[in-house]
């Protein structure tokens, strides 16, 4: 049996060891990405419900 054919076990687990490590990144910046576009998203539905009625707020009845 030749030793040199065996594969490099300290090698292979570097290697598992860094993709899981970007497999983690990835996962962490599409929850935040998605946590950015939820925000947005809820910022457009506010705009577009004041849109209905654009007379709200566009005038202050002040009386002294």
């Given at each position: 049996?030749?030793?040199?054919?065996?594969?490099?076990?300290?090698?292979?687990?570097?290697?598992?060891?860094?993709?899981?490590?970007?497999?983690?990144?990835?996962?962490e910046l599409l929850?935040?990405?998605?946590?950015?576009?939820?925000?947005?998203?809820?910022?457009?539905t506010k705009i577009m419900e004041?849109?209905?009625?654009?007379?709200?707020?566009?005038?202050?009845?002040?009386?002294?």
């Amino acid at each position: 049996m030749d030793i040199t054919t065996l594969p490099d076990i300290a090698g292979l687990s570097t290697a598992m060891a860094q993709s899981q490590l970007m497999s983690n990144v990835g996962t962490e910046l599409l929850a935040e990405q998605l946590e950015q576009m939820q925000l947005s998203t809820d910022s457009l539905t506010k705009i577009m419900e004041s849109s209905v009625q654009p007379h709200l707020g566009s005038t202050i009845d002040i009386s002294l």
